[in-house]
């Protein structure tokens, strides 16, 4: 059977293969508006699970939907011939938006990759779509190297950055492939020129200090490096050392996390800005980047929170400038954005802490394999040509016998009694771990709107995760809340270190009107809090559905729903032991499930609501 406009079925990228196929194409330019043919669908029943290696099960969806992605290539108009439209990657799908282009790269992984459950290896139509892809993605690039995203004039960091990442990698593969020989040249030509733009260290628009965007330079250090192996130039490759430099100079905070809009950002730290720097790395074994990324490990070793079951980590999200991951399951099977990550872990075994295990990652590749019901297509906007890119340096996910020692290595973990207090640029970022109980605070300056300050998380090493204070919205907040819905959190607060045995710290709004002060001792949490006015003490709670909870005078929370008593506290049974919530005179409390579910749906997240006359004393003792 044929697919399209194919040669055959089996990919042709032998050398005479590889030619016909080139003949059979016209030079780039050459293809008229109305002259893109169709790329066939896939067969019925088709593709088969079992057919995939297990490293490569996360191209199966992609395959799935590549015949409607191809499709949705414009071929009609002149003026936008090959833009990648049918909204199926980056906002807004505009001809102008040189970042929807980027799936040029799995329209080249496809062509150019043989395998057994891949019709379209070697598929002339194929090669047509991602010719004018091509075509277009580079009549965008503006005289100074530069890429556009927002607006056709705009000369994007972002764009920019990643294009020199997908366009270096879709090179490689049609110069293995033997294909495109005069588009090619075009994208070395545009990759020199990029790179030009990219590593000026007086180019404002990139170099900062701190630099603004970290993970959007760092993808085009990466794209530059495979860039400069596959057509050197000794001025270039002298520069990106010394942007390397430049990265670790000003991309990183003493603190340890990477800067996104002056501060840190649990998602584009982790699942954009460390992978690439992974990628970075396996191009240039730069030494730099293993020295930020065993930084950026200590890091999250105090802002990831281990499940005691083994589920996943809950996210210190409430510092996060730009998103909101709330949290990782401890096995994340492709596609998924951090895999690469784990090309750092034999250089810094600690990042293995935080990856799947490979005994854990083959057992849900199996479940895959083993799954009878079609591969489920692609849901617009929710795919990534990063997912497929991650597979090009083959695996290194630590055994599980190594994750567990990273694990058991964990600060908070490893020790019952520490105080870690980081700062940068006016922000303070406080860690206390005492017996049964683990705190985080983040207080100062917010570089964004979207950080929220305050008490940030309490975690148990038998319970868990007890309360995540979020940073998106003014509710799900560990907070006090002032009338109109006007928390303490939403705002700078001063932060007062006081020290002690029981670590006591007092935080306040600019205008005085909250005041909090906090004592941290053995399985002890006391909090004061003293407001000019009214207010609602809000507490994000995060309950299992085994839990019990309790008001003090015995009415009964459901999980799921909500709840609502006058009483002095109430208590939490979770496991071997309870949680006591006491804020001591009587007070018309309400709890109520929120949507947000988590690891599974095993958990959600409820909001305790307390009111009272502007002060109150709410002390957590954790029974275990």
Excluded: C
Excluded at 37 to 46: K, V, Y
Excluded at 184 to 198: C, E, K, V, Y
Excluded at 277 to 286: E, F, G, K, T, Y
Excluded at 486 to 495: A, E, K, L, V
């Amino acid at each position: 059977m044929k697919y399209g406009t194919s040669l055959s079925r089996r990919a042709l990228l032998t050398a005479a293969g590889a030619a016909g196929l080139a003949a059979a194409l016209p030079a780039p330019g050459a293809l008229a508006a109305g002259s893109l043919p169709n790329l066939a669908p896939l067969p019925a029943d088709t593709p088969h699970r079992r057919a995939f290696a297990a490293e490569e099960q996360r191209f199966a969806p992609y395959l799935v939907s590549l015949a409607k992605m191809v499709n949705d290539i414009e071929g009609n108009n002149p003026s936008t011939f090959g833009f990648m439209g049918g909204g199926w990657w980056r906002t807004p799908s505009a001809p102008y938006n040189t970042r929807v282009q980027e799936h040029v790269y799995t329209l080249a992984w496809f062509l150019t990759k043989p395998r057994s459950w891949n019709p379209y290896a070697g598929d002339a139509a194929l090669l047509a779509g991602l010719d004018a892809a091509l075509g277009h993605y580079l009549s965008l690039q503006h005289s100074d190297g530069s890429w556009s995203e927002y607006s056709a004039g705009e000369h994007s960091l972002p764009a920019t950055g990643f294009a020199l990442g997908y366009l270096s990698k879709t090179h490689v593969l049609l110069k293995d492939a033997n294909l495109l020989p005069a588009r090619r040249t075009q994208i070395a030509q545009a990759l020199h020129s990029a790179m030009t733009w990219l590593l000026n260290p007086s180019n404002g628009g990139v170099w900062q200090t701190p630099i603004t965007f970290a993970n959007q330079v760092t993808a085009g250090l990466a794209g530059s490096a495979l860039a400069l192996r596959t057509n050197p130039d000794a001025g270039l490759s002298s520069q990106l050392n010394s942007a390397f430099a430049r990265l670790a100079d000003n991309g990183q905070s003493p603190a340890g996390f990477f800067y996104e809009k002056g501060g840190t950002d649990m998602n584009y730290n982790f699942e954009v800005m460390l992978p690439e720097m992974a990628d970075a790395w396996r191009q240039s074994n730069n030494s730099h980047l293993v020295t930020m990324a065993g930084k950026y490990t200590d890091w999250l070793g105090y802002n990831l929170l281990r499940e005691p079951d083994g589920s996943g980590w809950f996210s210190n999200i409430a510092p996060s400038t730009r998103t909101s991951t709330l949290a990782y399951a401890n096995t994340r099977p492709d596609p998924e954005r951090t895999a690469l990550n784990a090309q750092f872990v034999p250089a810094v075994p600690a990042l293995g802490a935080f990856m799947s295990a490979r005994e854990d990652l083959a057992a849900a590749r199996g479940a895959w394999a083993a799954d009878t019901s079609p591969v489920p297509d692609l849901v617009k906007q929710d795919t990534s040509p990063r997912s497929l890119s991650h597979s090009i340096y083959g695996e290194r996910y630590p055994t599980r016998q190594a994750k567990n020692a990273a694990i058991a290595a964990v600060p908070y973990i490893a020790s019952k009694n520490f105080t870690e207090h980081r700062t940068d640029r006016g922000q303070d970022f406080l860690y206390i771990r005492r017996p049964n109980v683990y705190l985080g605070a983040y207080l100062g300056t917010r570089p964004t709107t979207f950080a929220r300050t305050g008490l940030a998380f309490l975690w148990h090493p038998v319970a868990g995760t007890l309360i995540q204070s979020l940073n998106n919205n003014n509710y799900g907040l560990w907070s006090t809340v002032l009338p109109g819905q006007i928390p303490d959190s939403n705002g700078p607060q001063t932060g007062q270190f006081f020290g002690g045995k029981s670590y006591a710290f007092r935080f306040s709004t600019s205008s005085g009107s909250v005041v909090t002060d906090v004592t941290v001792g053995n399985g002890l949490v006391e909090r004061s809090v003293r407001a000019t006015s009214s207010a609602t003490e809000t507490m994000p709670l995060i309950l299992k559905e085994s839990d019990r909870v309790v008001f003090s005078n015995g009415t009964t929370v459901p999980w799921g729903g909500s709840a609502s008593a006058t009483a002095t506290g109430i208590d939490l049974h979770r496991g071997p032991g309870v949680v006591h919530i006491r804020w001591g005179e009587p007070h018309a409390a309400t709890i109520a499930a929120a949507s947000i579910k988590y690891l599974g749906d095993t958990r959600r997240m409820h909001i305790l609501k307390v009111p009272h006359a502007g002060t109150i004393d709410v002390t957590i003792r954790l029974a275990y």
